[in-house]
């Protein structure tokens, strides 16, 4: 039973799903392609927010091992929102600041990709790039990493795949700002 | 035919190859492509993982904006985003107090009516027969292994246009231009674009598990519809290698082999832009050497003639 406050709520109304549909079938997690890597693959997700264990959930490093392929939630025979509820979980974690260390990267990147849009009502690769590169370069230097993407950006331009100025502008940019301010985002 | 256009960042950035073979392809096919006012980001997959109130109001803004010049029908050539505007138009269409909200955020109104359609779609709505009457040679050295990825047909709910599990219909228009596609196994397994920076190890693995189902299964290239799958599949061959991939597999866009078939050829399409070679023999089409053409029976009947 729901009592008032229950963090399950949220997540519900974030998902537009109903945690209760899922009867632990195991679908879900068969067909995932990470689910190999996940400390809480799809299924065991499921039943920690069935049993309200929204805050251990959030903080499973298996929320950002996701792709967010949509196999989960297109395979539900409940048709459960799995991967809604991996979005909730993941929002919430954002906002309690409560990603494990493990997973900072892959957050990072998703916010440098966010402040790029805000920024420019579009992405700009090359400048969301170096972006998340110095950030996370400060956070936790990891040779490999930055030896890595290092070497896909020039990759990149070679082809004239990166383009170092944004192909047209939005020309209403304040207007962008508006709309992320509106939806309260935090980067 | 006209029809609204939302090109995403990905075809004015790292994908301006995509944008090329699908602006040359429909101008082929005469289909008029509108593009959208001032059209923002949509949001992708960082905007759902982060705030689901802004993965509903920036798809809605362009939704709003398509409202406001009239389109019946929006194509955005990348099935990210046009799962992002659909499913926002579906909510908007679905919740009166969600076009209310979405209206004061974007600042204009938006009731979600216009059609969001992915490559595909167009190509359907051209019609597959009419696109096969428009062909000039048949597409007979590709085998291509068509790969629809995760976005194509998910959520179905949202795209009920294939089958999410076994979808077809790209098979069935390159069989129309001659081309034999195989039968396969993961033409709906996520090649992991979504983590290309973040997380490598893992998307170079993928990469390795897809390509060489292909070439299991006897293709000689592999044909998208999504800017995303394209660049992964494409630049982190070299990566898949070291793991075991045994050998290089072309990566094309679903319109470039359309517009091969139409007469286009690879200079018109930016082949030069991909990581794995496209070999020579594919960069047009050519008629088939057992193919008699026209001209031979006529020769023969000389022959015969002379006799
Ligand atoms: S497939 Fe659906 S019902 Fe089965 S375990 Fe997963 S969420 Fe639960
Ligand atoms: S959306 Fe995430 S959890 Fe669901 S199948 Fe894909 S990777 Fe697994």
Aim: charged share 25%; net charge neutral; aromatic share 6%.
């Amino acid at each position: 039973m729901e009592k008032p406050n229950d963090p399950r709520a949220r997540v519900e109304e974030l998902a537009q799903t109903k945690l209760s549909d899922c009867y632990q079938c195991g679908k879900c997690t068969a067909g995932c392609p990470r689910g190999a890597d996940m400390d809480l693959p799809p299924t065991r997700m499921m039943r920690a927010a069935q049993l309200g264990q929204i805050e251990e959930a959030s903080k499973a490093d298996s929320i950002w091992r996701c792709l967010s392929c949509l196999t989960c939630s297109a395979r539900c025979p409940k048709s459960v929102n799995v991967s809604g509820v991996v979005d909730a979980l993941r929002q919430i974690a954002v906002e309690t600041n409560s990603v494990s260390p493990k997973s900072a990267k892959i957050i990072g990147f998703q916010k440098a990709f966010l402040r790029n849009v805000r920024r420019n009502g579009r992405t700009n690769e090359v400048e969301m790039a170096s972006d998340f590169e110095i950030r996370y370069f400060f956070r936790r230097f990891d040779v490999m990493n930055v030896v890595n993407t290092g070497l896909l950006g020039p990759k990149m331009i070679a082809r004239g795949k990166m383009h170092f100025a944004i192909g047209s502008p939005v020309k209403d940019k304040a207007l962008v700002k508006r709309i992320f301010d509106k939806c309260k985002v935090e980067l | 035919m006209n029809i609204g256009y939302y090109p995403g960042c990905a075809l004015h950035g790292s994908s301006i190859d995509y944008e090329t073979s699908v602006r040359a392809c429909m101008k082929a096919l005469d289909v008029q492509l509108d593009e959208l006012d001032d059209w923002i980001c949509c949001g992708a997959t960082a905007a759902h993982c982060i705030n689901h109130k802004l993965s509903v109001a920036l798809p809605a803004r362009n939704l709003g904006i398509a409202e406001k010049m009239k389109m019946d029908k929006l194509f955005a050539p990348c099935p990210m985003c046009s799962m992002e505007l659909k499913k926002a138009s579906d909510e908007l269409k679905a919740n009166p107090e969600l076009r209310k909200e979405m209206a004061e955020i974007v600042e204009t109104p938006v009731d979600g009516t216009v059609d969001v359609v992915n490559l595909i779609q167009v190509f359907q709505t051209v019609g597959f027969d009419a696109i096969a009457e428009k062909a000039k040679e048949k597409l007979w050295r590709f085998k291509p292994a068509c790969y629809y990825g995760c976005l194509l047909t998910r959520p179905p709910k949202t795209l009920q246009f294939d089958d999410p599990e076994d979808p077809t219909s790209m098979e069935e228009l390159l069989k129309k231009l001659g081309a034999e596609p195989v039968d396969w196994n993961s033409k709906t397994v996520c090649c992991g674009a979504g983590l290309t920076l973040a997380d490598e190890p893992a998307v170079a693995e993928q990469v390795r598990k897809i390509l060489q189902d292909a070439l299991d299964n006897g293709a000689n290239c592999v044909v998208v519809a999504c800017p995303m799958c394209q660049v992964n599949l494409d630049m982190r061959q070299a990566d898949a290698k070291k793991l075991g991939l045994t050998q290089d597999v072309p990566i094309f866009f679903l319109s470039d082999l359309v517009a091969l078939a139409v007469g286009l050829e690879g200079k018109d399409l930016d082949f030069a832009k991909r990581y794995v070679a496209i070999p020579n023999e594919m960069k047009k089409t050519d008629p088939k050497p057992e193919d008699p053409k026209p001209a031979k029976p006529v020769a023969a009947k000389k022959e015969g003639a002379a006799q």
